[in-house]
């Protein structure tokens, strides 16, 4: 009934109050990803997710009630979770009684439910759209046909009064007849298909991601897949897959299979997925503060090399053990230093730094850069730490950094690149996502989610998509076969609208 699209033209008027007093800050919430944590500590980590918003100031903003709550996407959660989240949402009230919260939902949820709520204090009930309201929609699309049709037509006169179904009417009326809601789902699905020039893998990749979407949150993004996405038969697969990559990586580069081994075995056991904040805070760190976190990173990790090796040589330097140690300590320190200098910064999220995503991909191209430049200035620290003792006590510069050396230097730079910006375990994860019998992604992802935006199934939001209507994800997860057509799909139980 137009839910959402009333709820954001809210947010647009608060937003311009907001500007003009100091009021609130409207903030969009999609409550369809939440898993059962309190309403508070879920929120703080939402704003991270979406928007970038560090911990700390986060928590100032919700413990100070200095947002407006646009509470979205509780239809989507199972039954069992929405009373969960009800009873959440309705505790933050309780305890912040000056945090302002709109939510947005059918009526017929919380009727069938029984879920009330006690601390929001008016409600709006969205009717369906006038004849009036109708012809100024179809005239304002100069499509008098339309009109016609829905004249003429007793089943469109009662389709069309629903803003849903009067959308999907004007993309695809073409004349033909459409008996009731059903056929309308069917034809919008079917022609919109047709139209987006789909073929059959792309409609069992699209059936395969709304089963998927129906226990996560709707919007998906294609930097978001984790192993949680794989089949279970899968995610042992892939862990051995990242120790073979690893493996073959440092046996290939650095020349010791052995090493490549036992560190992949350790990487394939720490999800990096599972530290958002580190991970994320790479991807969106500016050049600015880029460089912040470079001059940080790279000044730890040279002093601490220093001080490491320098303290642990001057004892061994009477066994001839001096240069040695110090080289090896150094690069220890620099390895310390960096790790402790660069968590630091990273934890809690890069602050003062507010960002949506824009486009695909987006936060596993940033992040790979990123830590291509920080690793990689690591790296230089190490090497200098190796060279320059020996260069001071008047020995050849690589007596400490042979061929050796520098491919387990530069193998291990490579590996930490590629697994600390999640650029290894999600060219894995695309690659065992591939379809089959349990259904994918079709390799070329970008390409299958334009088709489908084109085909107007699903809407771009924010770097990712979302299908157009909860309902007809539904549709589409529940009644697609291999390929879609009218006989053979059938539209899930039918609840009034709002």
Known sequence: MGKTHTLVAVGQLLLQR????????????DLSGWQGETMRSWLIDYLWEEYRVAKTIAEDWIDGSELTLLLDGFDHLP????????????????????????????RTVLEQSGITFNHFNSGVNITPLAAQQVKDYTVALQRDDLWQGIKGSKALQVLARVPLHLTMLALIYRGQTIANREGLFNTFITEQLSQGKTTPTDQAALQWLAQKLETRSRTFRLDQLQATWLPASRRVLYRLLVVVLLALVYGLIGGNLVLGAAIGLVA????????????????????????VMALASSGAALGVGLMLGGVLAVPLSRFGLGLSTFGVAGAMGAILGWCIALGGLLWGGVQNSIQLRTTPNQDVIIGLRNCTILVGLLGGIIALLLVAPAVMSNQPPFTLLGLQRIRLLVVGCLGSILWLSFALQQAILRLLLLPGKQGGIPFSERAWLKRLVTSHLLKPVAGGVQFCH??????VAERVPQSLTAETLKPKKETAPL
């Open 79 to 106: 039954t069992a979770q929405q009373r969960s989240c009800a009873h959440a949402i309705e505790t933050l009230l309780r305890t912040s009684p000056d945090q302002t919260a709109i939510l947005c939902c059918r």
């Open 268 to 291: 394939s056991q720490i999800d990096v997925e599972s530290f958002p904040r580190y991970r994320l805070s790479l991807a969106i760190t500016s050049w600015k503060t880029l460089g």
């Open 470 to 475: 909860e309902d007809v994800r539904h549709l």
């Open 18 to 29: 907001a500007k003009q007093a100091n009021a609130p800050i409207p903030v969009l919430i």
